[in-house]
């Protein structure tokens, strides 16, 4: 009996060209360009809406501290006034047993809070000094303000 199997014919369509793999690696290097992008901004505008929501949050506080005392704290009291009961004058008759924060937040980039009453833009001022942790800045190292927090999100 003869062998009838007839042998495997190669026509080329057993693996990718290199114009293929090349076509492949373009399309994936364009969409790279256009997603990493967005997701590395991620981070940072994540930071600078904590910061937002710790302002606002702050503020409330401060607005049940002048709501208990009829005043805001000091700039010497500081934002601790929400957590412990100031020792400096004038010193809050009405205090709440328990303060107004369980601690003071530190902002997104670990720097504290700037406190400043009266302010220069109302009552009160309240600002992040974003991931730079200097006073001014542009984009991402730009400060979050309390009296400018719709321009900050």
């Given amino acids: 009996m003869a062998n009838t199997a007839m042998p495997a014919r190669h026509d080329g369509a057993d693996g990718f060209t290199l114009i293929e793999i090349m076509v492949v690696i373009v399309i994936l290097g364009i969409l790279a360009t256009l997603i990493i992008p967005r997701i590395m901004d991620r981070p940072d505008q994540a930071r600078r809406t904590k910061a937002s929501l710790d302002i606002q949050a702050i503020g ?37 047993q ?25 009552e009160y001022d309240l600002v992040s000094m974003g991931a730079d942790a200097e006073l001014g800045g542009e984009g991402n190292a730009a400060d979050i303000e309390s009296w400018n927090l719709s321009a900050a999100q």
Avoid: C, F
């Fill in 60 to 96: 409330q506080a401060l607005d049940l501290y002048r709501l208990d005392n009829h005043r805001y704290p000091t700039t010497d009291q500081g934002l601790d006034a929400l957590v412990k009961k100031p020792t400096v004058e004038p010193i809050p008759k009405q205090w709440r």
């Fill in 98 to 122: 328990n303060g107004y924060l369980a601690k003071l937040p530190k902002d997104p980039w670990e720097g504290n809070y700037v406190y400043m009453s009266p302010g220069n833009h109302g």
